[in-house]
């Protein structure tokens, strides 16, 4: 997502949509693998039964805050303090298989606007970029060890940046002379070698998500999520997953194709003869942001929501 500099509120993307395609059963189990600050949480618990359960999941230990908190409110919600691939253990605290499982992946507007958090280009803080600021190493300790094709192949891989290579040399140039510690310094240097940039898309834009992306191993947690999620949901159980960018959308397209028994034959695709047996059904098509919505939160306008039904 594009920040553009503005403070917003929380606000639940695709709500409505979310809703519609992926509740349905009043007494059922439920898991928010982002929680977030609990919007879509919130709505869910709302349309919930007495013996309806949800069970939300964040590593970002302010969103573990308002988890706390609500769970302190409703007995039907618990938070878990991890990463979304902890799906199988979320379940078991459930003790039966879910009817639904929402993923709505990457960095959320709080995490955006905190200059503190490192997420933003546009907003001076510390290179930090990580989901959990306790735990593992910054993108700043990173650049500061990272070999330059190390720094180049990230850039490329998660960010698509084609002037990856350029970019990760000044990189290395630069820190060799003074360490690279904060946002705004790296966003300058890496608009030095790109300019300004098409209008109204900064030039370090494909360069930070790629980062974040790498520092918080989301993808390998989206791959090994999509995975556990054929064996945690319950027959009838969907499978909804909001992205925001190509890379993500591109994983969970293929997943649900791959395992709705549409996958291709031959040249890429499974060895002629092998049939990969169909575990999911698709629910409708990809569905974007409505215009209301958008005049209401940008963020939204780059949302994909794909829903998928498991089947016996």
Same mark, same amino acid.
């Given at each position: 997502?594009?920040?553009?500099?503005?403070?917003?509120e929380?606000?639940?993307?695709?709500?409505?949509e979310?809703?519609?395609?992926?509740?349905?059963?009043?007494d059922?189990?439920?898991?928010d693998?982002?929680?977030?600050?609990? =919007?879509?949480s919130?709505?869910?618990?709302?349309?919930?039964?007495?013996?309806?359960?949800?069970?939300?999941?964040?590593?970002?230990?302010q969103a573990?805050?308002?988890?706390?908190?609500?769970a302190?409110?409703?007995?039907?919600?618990?938070?878990?303090?991890?990463?979304?691939?902890?799906?199988?253990?979320?379940v078991?605290?459930?003790?039966?298989?879910?009817?639904?499982l929402l993923?709505?992946?990457?960095?959320?507007?709080?995490?955006?606007?905190d200059?503190?958090? =490192?997420?933003?280009?546009?907003?001076d803080?510390?290179l930090d970029?990580?989901?959990?600021?306790?735990?593992?190493?910054?993108?700043?300790?990173?650049?500061?060890?990272?070999?330059?094709?190390?720094i180049?192949?990230v850039?490329y891989?998660?960010?698509?940046?084609r002037?990856?290579?350029?970019?990760?040399?000044?990189?290395?140039?630069?820190r060799?002379?003074?360490p690279?510690?904060?946002?705004l310094?790296?966003?300058e240097?890496?608009?030095s070698?790109?300019g300004?940039?098409e209008?109204?898309?900064?030039?370090?834009?494909?360069?930070?998500?790629?980062?974040?992306?790498?520092?918080n191993g989301?993808l390998?947690?989206?791959?090994?999520?999509?995975?556990?999620?054929?064996e945690?949901?319950a027959?009838?159980?969907?499978?909804?997953?909001i992205?925001?960018?190509?890379?993500?959308?591109?994983?969970?397209?293929?997943?649900?194709?791959?395992?709705?028994g549409r996958?291709?034959?031959?040249?890429?695709?499974?060895p002629?003869?092998?049939e990969m047996?169909q575990r999911?059904?698709?629910v409708?098509?990809?569905?974007?942001a409505?215009?209301?919505?958008?005049?209401?939160?940008?963020?939204?306008?780059?949302?994909?929501?794909?829903?998928?039904?498991?089947?016996?």
């Amino acid at each position: 997502m594009t920040d553009t500099g503005t403070q917003y509120e929380h606000q639940p993307v695709m709500l409505e949509e979310v809703l519609e395609m992926w509740f349905s059963r009043s007494d059922g189990a439920y898991v928010d693998g982002t929680f977030g600050r609990g =919007g879509h949480s919130r709505a869910l618990l709302a349309k919930l039964g007495p013996k309806g359960r949800l069970v939300g999941i964040d590593r970002d230990p302010q969103a573990i805050a308002v988890g706390d908190a609500l769970a302190a409110e409703d007995s039907r919600f618990q938070i878990v303090a991890n990463r979304f691939d902890c799906l199988p253990q979320a379940v078991a605290a459930l003790g039966r298989p879910i009817d639904g499982l929402l993923l709505d992946l990457g960095v959320s507007s709080p995490q955006l606007d905190d200059a503190a958090r =490192g997420f933003s280009f546009l907003r001076d803080g510390p290179l930090d970029m990580r989901m959990d600021p306790t735990s593992g190493e910054s993108v700043a300790q990173w650049l500061a060890r990272a070999e330059e094709k190390a720094i180049a192949d990230v850039l490329y891989r998660y960010g698509e940046e084609r002037k990856s290579r350029r970019i990760a040399r000044r990189i290395c140039e630069v820190r060799g002379e003074q360490p690279i510690t904060r946002t705004l310094q790296l966003a300058e240097l890496i608009e030095s070698v790109l300019g300004r940039g098409e209008p109204g898309k900064h030039p370090a834009t494909r360069s930070f998500q790629a980062l974040r992306i790498h520092i918080n191993g989301e993808l390998d947690a989206l791959n090994k999520v999509l995975e556990q999620s054929l064996e945690t949901l319950a027959i009838g159980g969907r499978l909804a997953i909001i992205s925001f960018h190509s890379l993500e959308d591109r994983i969970v397209k293929l997943f649900i194709r791959d395992h709705s028994g549409r996958a291709p034959r031959g040249r890429g695709g499974l060895p002629l003869g092998e049939e990969m047996p169909q575990r999911l059904e698709p629910v409708g098509k990809a569905m974007r942001a409505s215009k209301g919505e958008l005049k209401v939160n940008v963020r939204s306008r780059s949302a994909v929501l794909r829903v998928a039904e498991k089947v016996a």
